[in-house]
């Protein structure tokens, strides 16, 4: 079978698919050249399940090969527009089921849901060194914005937070 020909679905993630999902993780982190997340099937199920969950999770599945792909998103508020939407942590495809429209299911079925709930976009980025992805996000249509990403963590943020003492 050839990855245009793999037949799949997706599916809201369980509890129960946090190994798997978290194992997936640790491929992209590979992928981009990052360390070992530390995120892994506990955090998963704590986090992405319950009333006030921190994030959404959807999954790829088929059925000779199991999950094959998942997203990660969760809620934004541009206070600009007005509105919600949703900014995509993570999105990754295993290499034998790439370029048979899983990633672009895994998108639609996220903005379909953001949709559903009162949400008028998706965000993402993706590292400059990660020319497959870049490459899938042009055919989709989309584009890169003029914003640059930052993030303040570690011991710049305890003491980004211990200046609100």
Same mark, same amino acid.
């Given at each position: 079978?050839?990855?245009?020909?793999?037949?799949?679905?997706?599916?809201?993630?369980?509890?129960?698919?946090?190994?798997?999902?978290?194992?997936?993780?640790?491929?992209? !982190? +590979?992928?981009?050249?990052?360390? $070992?997340?530390?995120?892994? &099937?506990? @955090?998963?199920?704590?986090?992405?399940? #319950?009333? =006030?969950?921190?994030?959404?999770?959807?999954?790829?599945?088929?059925?000779?090969?199991?999950?094959?792909?998942?997203?990660?998103?969760?809620?934004?508020?541009?206070?600009?527009?007005?509105?919600?939407?949703?900014?995509?942590?993570?999105?990754?495809?295993?290499?034998? !089921? +790439?370029?048979?429209?899983?990633? $672009?299911?895994?998108?639609? &079925?996220? @903005?379909?849901?953001?949709?559903?709930? #009162?949400? =008028?976009?998706?965000?993402?980025?993706?590292?400059?060194?990660?020319?497959?992805?870049?490459?899938?996000?042009?055919?989709?249509?989309?584009?890169?914005?003029?914003?640059?990403?930052?993030?303040?963590?570690?011991?710049?943020?305890?003491?980004?937070?211990?200046?609100?003492?």
């Amino acid at each position: 079978m050839t990855a245009r020909s793999l037949r799949f679905s997706i599916r809201a993630a369980q509890p129960e698919d946090g190994a798997a999902v978290t194992a997936m993780t640790a491929a992209l !982190a +590979r992928h981009d050249r990052l360390p $070992r997340p530390s995120f892994d &099937a506990e @955090a998963f199920r704590r986090d992405g399940f #319950g009333e =006030r969950r921190a994030f959404e999770a959807l999954v790829a599945e088929t059925p000779e090969k199991g999950l094959v792909g998942y997203a990660l998103w969760f809620w934004v508020y541009d206070a600009l527009e007005g509105r919600r939407g949703g900014y995509m942590e993570d999105l990754y495809v295993a290499p034998e !089921a +790439r370029r048979a429209g899983v990633g $672009r299911a895994l998108m639609a &079925a996220a @903005a379909r849901d953001i949709e559903a709930h #009162g949400g =008028r976009f998706l965000a993402w980025n993706a590292k400059t060194l990660n020319a497959e992805g870049n490459a899938f996000y042009a055919i989709l249509g989309e584009r890169g914005g003029d914003l640059v990403n930052w993030s303040c963590d570690g011991e710049r943020f305890a003491m980004l937070a211990k200046q609100a003492e």
